[in-house]
Every structure is written in structure tokens, then in C-alpha cells.
């Protein structure tokens, strides 16, 4: 997929050079004649910094590291590709200076080995006081491992190392909710992987072997014998053409009840044995497929816009045979295409129980309550109702309509159901956490206290002008401290939050799903209750204006109904043109969307009564393995908010109902490979450049959409 406009470049030297460096200030004298005196006025005036700047020459932490891939540890189908490291930081394979005769390398390289290749080569254990140059503690020396590369084809030769490096720039509006670096450097192995074979990947530096150290080659002239180990992962490589018949992977294909009829699932084999398992409607689903794909491959080498793969898609979906039924056999094991087939898509709520006594309790269930066991003030347990802010329920209860001032104490929230005899704890167990963060952060505590007292000292002056027979006293209405806000909407969007209040069952905590749901909009509000219960009382109608009614906010709010309805266009539209009108444009749109990124980040618009809210909770590995993942909600990816709650678990918000659910890599995220080949060369040999070389290895990524029904 050649594209040279995907964002890549070919390397980023760090501004400041590897190596110790002095700074010394001293206060001089200057005479009358503006000549400044050689003597320093005072030794005590004297201030010296000193400090190093170099890169990582022993071991590479695992938080400066992005991703890898294949994942670490996985079994899946990755024959065919060319694995790769991705680092947080865009510098780090430039952060020592490393020649080739001219040529600036990256001092870091990828080497892949498989492991029955591991007896021949020979692995030292040592440690840092053996590495020259160590950046480490004399007294406390870290574990080192040392490569003897013998074999120097298994090993990138200087004029290619430098092709096998590079920057990745992400500015595309998919990811601009995910907090991730926009710039990151990848090492590629120019070694590709091959089918049932276990690998071990090693990020690794050439070294000179001393008499009692490793020295680090900084001119690369012959080819050295030794290398020093920064970093190292495994995985394994299974069978490139293997299928299945997994019934649960089946049930998300479009057509399924069609061919599900006495439907049995199967072992892993070849497809020619899976379809002997198969039924005669099933079979020939498959031979249409087939035949739809080898016609596909041929219209594809045709296709001149290479880069324009949506568009490619768009014209084949009407053809025949194109059901895609390959894609659901298909065994993948762990690699992305495997994870997100395998993807169960679930409404929020717990599971079905048979007989129960009449319907009640399971549409209480259905909605996503659940019954816990809590214990009482005066002792003793009992079990009541609690549901979380995420429901399947669809009515319009206001907890607003119940109170005049915001409720001091967790019991007015108590409810009493009397189809089951029980308390419903929702919103008292709301009210109970909001009061509880707030207690224990001590700074926004004060800064709520002082802003209600002022509020208060404010109300009762507005009062006292009324009377007529009393001077008018001028006071100045208090706003809502800045830190609070903040402090309150991080918390609405879920972040820094208790888990187990989200997730209060381990059924609506199930790895590997997409679980959809609705916000519980009096979940929040009683949420927010407990927060502002700390200190003097606050009157609802303060409540709502001060945090979601407040006039300053009228601009921005008619500043946000101007946002582009398609912003992720902008750059398609504008990139096309080089002119100095169209450069001015989009500098205007930069700064308007840089001014709508700050209003996104404010409680109003992070949460307005006026509003309902969707989701889904992605709970998977490919959130840690594939960072870069994109995932849109009816085909757009323009969410409200997007929290990342852990590195497998991550929530997407919108303000409008959804039916369908699409997760992808763009191109530029892609991993490097080739449809695999036992015939074809297993090294990247090509001496192009790094982005070249990126582009022309860059492979195709799957699409997977989800529907509700």
C-alpha cells in the first residue's frame, strides 16, 4: 500500500546530543567603562549544574514502549509479517550517535529469532558493571544480556538498519480522544515471520566485545559479533490457512439463522475438511466466497487508487458472493482479526434466570440492577437493589423533581420497591460515593466550603436589598472555583473512578465484549448531590444554575452548535489543495478546534440535564495490543467523550442512539507484512528509505461491525 501522505517520516534526532554536560553561572562586576571584570564578586554567587543526556543502553522500561507486535506471548495467525516495536517517545532510536561512514543511524535494531535457533546462539548473562559507559549504579548493577551473532544473515547489516527505523505521525480524528503520543518511532524486523514456528524478538544494539566490558559501536565498519539486549518478547506463529466452526463467532454473521440449522461446532483444520462438516446452505456460502474472492484479488491489482481502500470496498459490497462467511471461519488465533471476530456483543445487564417468581425480577434485571448484600447502621445485613450509572431502562424518572435543596443525607435518596418486598440503594449508594471523594480531597473540600459560604454571605445580601428602609450593599456574585469544576468533570467522565460502582456484578464485567448501554442521568445528578452536600446547604436552584445553567456559557453554547457536523473531513478537503487561502482556512479551523477541544473539557458540555447519553464498555486485549484502534458508532467516531479506564478497558460516549458498532486500524496504524508465501524471500533486503520502506510493507487491517438488534 505505497502512500507517501500517511504520516511518516524518516527520523527524529533529539536537540540535544548524547554526552555530560557543565553549566556554570557566575555574578560578575562591571566597571564604569562597561568592561566586565575577569574576577567573580563572589565564590558564593557561583551556581553549577551538572547532568547527562544519553539514551537507554542496558534495558528499555516497559512505559516507554507503545506497543508491540505480535503481541507478547500470543499464538495466532501472523505468518507473513515483519514484527515491530513502537515507542511512546519519537526519539529514542536516534538518542545515541551511531555512523555508518556518513550515514546517522538509529543505534537500535529488531532481531528476530526463531527458538530452535536460540541453541546456536549464544546468550551471556551478566550485568551493568560489564556494560562500559553503564548509566547505572556501580553498587547496584541491573541484569544484562549479551547476543553472540555469529550468524550475520540473521542480523540487519549497517546499510540497512537505517531503513528499518522511523517516525509515525498521527493527526488523523479518530484517535483524538485516546490520549496517545502524536509521535511515536518504530523499529521493523527486516526478518519476516514463517507458519508454526515460535519466535523470540530481541531489541538489540551492536557492541564491541573489550577485555572486560561491552562498549557500544558508535561506527559501524565491519560487521560486529556481539549485541547488547534493550528489550525481548515471544510469541508463536500458527498455520496461515486454518477454519472453524465456532457457532458463537458465527451468530454476529448477517445471514446466520439462514445456515445454523443442525449447525455443530468443529475442530480447528483445513477448510477442505470443514466442509465436510458442514451443511449443503453453509457449503455453498462458502464455494460463492471462494470464487468471490480469487475475482477480488484481480479487480484489486487493477484498482489505480490504491490508497483509496474505502472507496474499493464501497464498489465490491454489492457483489455477488461477497458474504464474507470466510471471515467468520476463518481461525486467526490472537492476532487482531481473531479478537475482534471473537468480540461478544451484550447488552448491559446481567443473565438470564429461569423460574423466577413472575416477571418483576428479571425486568428489574434487565435493566441492569443487581441485588447486593450491604450492612445497616445498627448492624446486621440485607439485600437491596443497586444499578450503577449504566442501564438498559428507558424511562424518565428526575431525581431533580424530588428535592428543593440538594439533599444532605444519603436516606432521603433511599427507595422502596414493592413488587419485590426490597430498598433500591442506587441512588443513596450515588449520594454516599459523591460525599465520600469529596471528604477525601481535602484541597477541592476547602474550595468547595469557601465558595458555598460566599454564596451564602451573597444570597442573604441579595435579600437584604430588597428591603427599601436598608442601604443597598454592593457585593460580587461568586463563581464556581475553577479547580472544583475540573475535579467534578474528570469525575463525570468516569475517570480516577471506583470500579466497582460502574461494574458492581463480575457478569457485567466479561472479557472480550462490547457491552452497550444508557446513562442513568438521576444516577449522576445524586452523584453530584453527594459532592455538594460537604459544607453549608446549597438550594436546587443554585445547584443547577451554578453548574449547568450559567449565562457566561450562552456563547459557547452557540459557538458549539456552529462545529462542523463532519470535522474528521477537514483535513480530506483541505489537504488537497497548497494554496495560501486554503493554508489561512485551515489555520482558522485549527484555532476554532482548539477552542471547541476546551469547551468539550467543561462540566455543561460534559453533562447537560437536557440530554440523554449512549455508550458502549469495550473491555479487550486489543485496547493494550492495539492502541490505535478505531471504533465508530453508526460510522462516526465524533464521541462526546472517550475514558480509558484501564489498558483493557475503555468507555465511548455519545449523545445519540446507535444501532451499529465498527472497529478498525486506519492504514497508518497498520503492522508490516505480505500475504504469506513459502516461495517468497523471508528478509527485506531492499535498500530504500526508512518511509519507503514502511509504505511498501504496511498491511491491509480488518474491519469488524457489530449490529444491534
Known amino acids: 500500500m505505497p502512500d507517501q501522505s500517511i504520516g511518516l517520516a524518516p527520523y527524529h534526532i533529539p536537540k540535544l546530543p548524547f554526552g555530560n554536560y557543565n553549566i556554570v553561572a557566575n555574578l560578575n562586576q562591571k566597571s564604569n567603562n562597561d568592561q566586565i571584570e575577569s574576577t567573580v564578586l563572589n565564590e558564593g554567587n557561583k551556581q553549577e549544574i551538572k547532568f547527562l543526556v544519553a539514551g537507554y543502553n542496558a534495558t528499555i522500561p516497559q512505559n516507554e514502549i507503545l506497543a508491540v507486535y505480535p503481541p507478547i506471548e500470543h499464538i495466532g495467525n501472523f505468518a507473513g509479517t515483519f514484527p515491530h516495536i513502537q515507542f511512546r517517545r519519537s526519539t529514542l532510536p536516534w538518542e545515541y550517535e551511531i555512523k555508518n561512514g556518513s550515514d546517522r543511524l538509529p543505534y537500535i535494531f529488531l532481531v528476530l529469532l526463531k527458538e530452535d535457533e536460540l541453541s546456536q546462539i549464544k546468550i551471556i548473562e551478566t550485568d551493568t558493571n560489564q556494560l562500559d559507559n553503564s548509566t547505572e549504579s556501580l553498587d547496584e548493577p541491573k541484569p544484562l544480556k549479551v547476543l553472540n551473532c555469529n550468524n550475520s544473515e540473521l542480523f540487519p547489516k549497517a546499510d540497512l538498519i537505517k531503513n528499518l527505523a522511523h517516525v509515525r505521525v498521527q493527526e488523523h480524528t479518530e484517535i483524538k480522544n485516546l490520549n496517545l503520543p502524536k509521535e511515536t518511532s518504530i523499529l521493523v524486523s527486516h526478518r519476516m515471520v514463517e507458519p508454526n514456528t515460535k519466535y523470540r524478538a530481541f531489541v538489540c544494539y551492536y557492541a564491541k566485545e573489550m577485555t572486560d566490558k561491552y562498549k557500544m559501536i558508535t561506527d559501524i565498519v565491519t560487521h560486529p559479533n556481539s549485541c547488547v539486549i534493550l528489550n525481548e518478547w515471544s510469541f508463536e506463529s500458527i498455520g496461515a490457512d486454518l477454519y472453524q466452526i465456532d457457532k458463537d463467532k458465527l451468530k454476529n454473521h448477517p445471514v446466520y439463522n439462514i445456515f445454523s440449522e443442525n449447525l455443530k461446532d468443529s475442530e480447528i483444520d483445513t477448510l477442505k475438511e470443514i466442509k465436510s462438516y458442514t451443511n449443503a446452505i453453509l457449503k455453498e456460502l462458502i ?423
Not at 615 to 623: V, Y
Not at 654 to 674: C, M, Q, R, V, W
Open 287 to 709: 464455494e460463492k466466497n471462494e470464487e468471490y474472492l480469487k475475482d477480488r484479488k484481480l479487480r484489486w491489482e487493477k484498482w489505480d487508487k490504491k490508497n483509496d481502500i474505502k472507496g474499493f470496498e464501497d464498489q465490491e459490497k454489492n457483489e455477488e458472493g461477497n458474504n464474507q462467511i470466510l471471515e467468520y471461519l476463518q481461525y486467526n488465533g490472537k492476532n487482531l482479526k481473531g479478537y475482534l471476530h471473537e468480540l461478544k456483543l451484550q447488552p448491559f445487564k446481567t443473565k438470564q434466570y429461569n423460574n423466577l417468581p413472575g416477571d418483576t425480577i428479571q425486568k428489574l434485571l434487565n435493566i441492569g440492577k443487581v441485588s447486593l448484600e450491604h450492612q445497616l447502621k445498627a448492624g446486621g445485613k440485607m439485600v437491596s437493589w443497586y444499578q450503577g450509572p449504566f442501564t438498559n431502562n428507558k424511562s424518565k424518572f428526575n431525581i431533580l423533581e424530588k428535592f428543593e435543596t440538594v439533599p444532605d443525607h444519603q436516606d432521603y435518596l433511599n427507595l422502596f420497591n414493592e413488587d419485590t418486598g426490597m430498598y433500591d440503594m442506587t441512588y443513596s449508594a450515588a449520594w454516599q460515593l459523591g460525599r465520600l471523594m469529596i471528604m477525601n480531597d481535602n484541597k477541592v473540600l476547602q474550595e468547595l466550603k469557601k465558595w458555598k459560604y460566599e454564596l451564602e454571605l451573597y444570597n442573604l445580601v441579595l435579600e437584604q436589598n430588597k428591603l427599601s428602609h436598608l442601604p443597598d450593599l454592593s457585593i460580587q456574585e461568586p463563581s464556581i472555583p475553577d479547580m472544583l469544576m475540573n475535579y467534578v468533570t474528570e469525575l463525570i467522565r468516569f475517570r480516577n473512578f471506583p470500579l466497582y460502582y460502574l461494574l458492581p456484578h463480575p457478569e457485567l464485567s466479561t472479557e472480550e465484549s462490547i457491552k452497550y448501554f444508557k446513562i442513568d442521568n438521576s444516577w449522576t445528578i445524586a452523584f453530584l448531590f453527594g459532592i455538594f452536600s460537604a459544607g453549608p446547604r446549597l438550594s436546587l436552584v443554585d445547584f443547577k444554575k451554578y453548574l449547568f445553567e450559567n449565562p457566561k456559557n450562552l456563547f459557547k453554547e452557540n459557538l458549539k452548535s456552529l462545529m462542523p457536523k463532519e470535522s474528521d473531513k477537514i483535513d480530506d478537503f483541505f489537504k488537497e489543495f497548497d494554496n495560501p487561502e486554503c493554508k489561512k482556512k485551515r489555520q482558522d479551523i485549527e484555532i476554532f478546534s482548539d477552542l471547541i477541544s476546551q469547551i468539550k473539557n467543561e462540566l455543561w458540555y460534559v453533562f447537560n440535564l437536557k440530554k440523554d447519553y449512549y455508550g458502549i464498555l469495550l473491555q479487550s486485549q486489543t485496547i493494550k495490543n492495539w492502541p490505535h484502534l478505531v471504533v465508530e458508532l453508526n460510522e462516526s467516531h465524533n464521541f462526546h467523550y472517550v475514558t480509558t479506564i484501564n489498558n483493557t478497558l475503555r468507555l465511548y460516549i455519545t449523545d445519540k442512539p446507535f444501532s451499529s458498532i465498527e472497529l478498525y486500524l486506519k492504514n497508518e496504524n497498520a503492522h508490516f507484512g505480505k500475504e504469506y508465501k513459502s516461495s517468497d524471500n523471508k528478509f527485506i533486503t531492499t535498500y530504500q528509505d526508512s518511509v519507503t520502506t514502511a509504505n511498501n510493507n504496511l498491511y491491509k487491517q480488518p474491519r469488524v461491525v457489530f449490529n444491534i438488534k
